[in-house]
């Protein structure tokens, strides 16, 4: 067996890592921005790369709602002293269980995603 090629498996979770934690920071930025009054935005944006980041997984949504959502609270809750920026993580926990419950269900159902062209 050659060690020296890497499978999907051993880069997926490592790359899904850096993917839910750019959609994070960027969307907290985003939001910490001084002009940026849409909460809604930042809230779909949120339960959207949750659950684009769980179902690609397959698993462990919790951990994809926290690489996402963390970051919102993070930047917000120093600038303004105020913690309600907490509930990003509550969005982010939305997106990742519908994306993980996607996940679960496309894969009991034995549908397989489309094959990428060689």
């Known amino acids: 067996m050659d060690r020296g090629i890497a499978t999907p498996h051993r880069w997926r979770q490592p790359l899904l890592t850096v993917i839910a934690i750019t959609f994070g920071l960027a969307i907290a930025w985003v939001d910490s921005r001084p002009g940026w009054d849409d909460t809604g935005i930042t809230a779909v944006s ?33 600038a303004s002293g105020e913690a309600a920026s907490v509930i990003a993580l509550g969005f982010a926990l939305a997106g990742s269980l519908l994306g993980f419950g996607l996940a679960r269900l496309m894969s009991r159902s034995g549908a397989q995603p489309p094959a990428a062209p060689r």
Do not use: D, F, M, Q
């Not at 684009?52 to 919102?72: C, E, F, K, N, Q």
């Open 46 to 78: 949120l339960v959207t790369a949750g659950a684009i980041t769980s179902a690609l997984s397959g698993h462990r949504p919790l951990l994809w709602a926290v690489l996402v959502g963390v970051w919102t609270p993070l930047l917000e809750i120093p």
